[in-house]
């Protein structure tokens, strides 16, 4: 019987049957974590090329783990040879980042025969991942909006303009002030807010509400 439990015997199991077992562990909770981010990500937001790496990279991390085994020279060889690969993608998502240490992580704990970590871990990211999915921490419940206005009235209308704001948006900040003097010498403040959207339908009638205050103009 394989040992679930970590590297206990790991020489003997260093078989032909244990190999392939371990592949098609590491394939299966690939899959796992392919479908999460597949059912958890926007398809505009996704990459086939991303999705095919997911399952791909931790695969080469545990034949990478098994052909190292438990040599330390062999470790260093290894590492080393691959230092010389240079990755030039630029991922701007922080959160593919943390599906490519997941699978990673696949790969690491299958490939040392830690079979249950594998498990648990991969089943523990997922379900996590789904529930940020349906918490206020996803991204359609945080839509960033800016909105920029210019008055020659100065302070005397940040009161409406923020009211009529807070009607269509929530944590609402003056993110910029500044004041322009013009040729004329007439002096323009204008302001720039930042706040989270609760609904983008919304946003004409906000403007349209702005833009019916004297003095005021929608930039």
């Known amino acids: ?6 590297l206990s015997g790991f020489n003997s ?16 909770m690939s899959l796992v974590l392919v479908f999460t981010y597949d ?15 997911l399952l791909l990279m931790s695969v080469v991390t545990a034949t990478i783990m098994q052909s190292i085994g438990d040599s330390l020279a062999l470790s260093f060889g290894i590492f080393g040879a691959l230092a010389i690969i240079r990755f ?19 790969g690491i704990a299958c490939g040392v ?16 991942i789904f529930l940020l999915k349906i918490s206020p921490f996803d991204s359609k419940h945080n839509i ?4 920029r206005v210019e008055t020659d009235n100065g302070p005397e209308n940040l009161g ?25 010498n007439n002096l323009t403040h204008e302001y720039e807010y ?9 946003g004409d009638a906000m403007i349209q509400e702005i833009g019916k205050i004297n003095g005021i103009k929608v930039t």
Not at 13 to 28: A, D
Not at 194 to 202: G, I, P, Y
């Open 144 to 147: 960033k909006g800016s909105l």
């Open 194 to 202: 930042s706040f989270v959207v609760n609904n983008v339908k919304s």
């Open 13 to 28: 199991e260093n078989s032909l049957y244990m190999i392939l077992f371990t592949n098609v562990m590491t394939i299966i």
């Open 113 to 128: 025969h830690s079979f249950q970590n594998a498990l648990i871990g991969t089943l523990t990211f997922c379900l996590i």
């Open 160 to 184: 409406k303009i923020e009211y009529i704001i807070s009607n269509h948006a929530a944590h609402i900040i003056l993110s910029r002030y500044r004041t322009i003097l013009s040729p004329e």
């Open 39 to 53: 059912k958890t990500t926007p398809p505009a937001g996704r990459s086939n090329h991303f999705i095919q790496s």
């Open 88 to 106: 030039r993608s630029n991922i701007s998502d922080l959160r593919d980042i943390a599906f490519i240490f997941a699978t990673m992580a696949i």
């Open 1 to 6: 019987m394989f040992d679930f439990g970590g």
